[in-house]
């Protein structure tokens, strides 16, 4: 490559990891400010779940691996090591979810049932995805708000699509809630 062609690279590169890194800086700062933090639970390998799952019963699912609970631990310190003070921590019925949220955050998990998957009977979706939203519109702290959940729900919610342990980064204005960004720890 020639010097002036991998000049332009460097300063295409250079000037789209600023607004990325801008982003990121954003959405941290939001979480510190009381924000929502939607995260999409820690690498669970597969897709969907076995034929008989059962809530109640956690060898019938899709759960984490080794991965993903040293995912979830990553998640959790870096949650703290960035200052962000947690008030909540809410978490779908799913034992990935819960286990992200567990091993993030050990005893502080509420079940909520909104946000539990709707992969499975798409029809229940708007439903809950409108029980999730009235949930985090009335957030008001104090800290920020943790919900461990699915890449279903997230995406009804946001549009976006994340990869498992990523998360995406709400603040409240006034009754909308606005994407800042997206984390993954």
Same mark, same amino acid.
């Given at each position: 490559?020639?010097?002036?062609?991998?000049?332009?690279?460097?300063?295409?590169?250079?000037?789209?990891? *600023?607004?990325?890194?801008?982003?990121?800086?954003?959405?941290?700062?939001?979480?510190?400010?009381?924000?929502?933090?939607?995260?999409?639970?820690?690498?669970?390998?597969?897709?969907?779940?076995?034929?008989?799952?059962?809530?109640?019963?956690?060898?019938?699912?899709?759960?984490?691996?080794?991965?993903?609970r040293a995912q979830a631990r990553r998640i959790g310190e870096a949650i703290r090591a960035a200052g962000v003070d947690v008030g909540?921590?809410?978490?779908?019925?799913?034992?990935?979810?819960?286990?992200?949220? *567990?091993?993030?955050?050990?005893?502080?998990?509420?079940?909520?049932?909104?946000?539990?998957?709707?992969?499975?009977?798409?029809?229940?979706?708007?439903?809950?995805?409108?029980?999730?939203?009235?949930?985090?519109?009335?957030?008001?702290?104090?800290?920020?708000?943790?919900?461990?959940?699915?890449?279903?729900?997230?995406?009804?919610?946001?549009?976006?699509?994340?990869?498992?342990? *990523?998360?995406?980064?709400?603040?409240? *204005?006034?009754?909308?809630?606005?994407?800042?960004?997206?984390?993954?720890?």
């Amino acid at each position: 490559m020639t010097r002036p062609r991998r000049s332009l690279l460097v300063a295409m590169l250079s000037g789209l990891s *600023e607004p990325v890194s801008a982003a990121k800086d954003a959405a941290w700062q939001a979480l510190r400010c009381g924000g929502i933090l939607l995260l999409r639970h820690a690498t669970a390998p597969g897709g969907g779940d076995p034929p008989g799952m059962r809530l109640d019963d956690c060898a019938t699912q899709r759960n984490l691996d080794d991965a993903g609970r040293a995912q979830a631990r990553r998640i959790g310190e870096a949650i703290r090591a960035a200052g962000v003070d947690v008030g909540s921590v809410l978490a779908s019925a799913w034992c990935r979810t819960r286990e992200t949220a *567990e091993i993030a955050f050990p005893g502080r998990v509420v079940l909520e049932p909104a946000f539990n998957s709707f992969f499975a009977d798409s029809r229940a979706g708007p439903a809950q995805t409108a029980a999730a939203q009235a949930i985090l519109r009335a957030w008001s702290g104090p800290g920020a708000l943790f919900v461990s959940t699915h890449q279903v729900n997230i995406t009804a919610l946001t549009g976006i699509v994340p990869a498992s342990g *990523e998360g995406v980064v709400l603040r409240k *204005e006034g009754d909308m809630l606005v994407i800042v960004g997206r984390i993954r720890p």
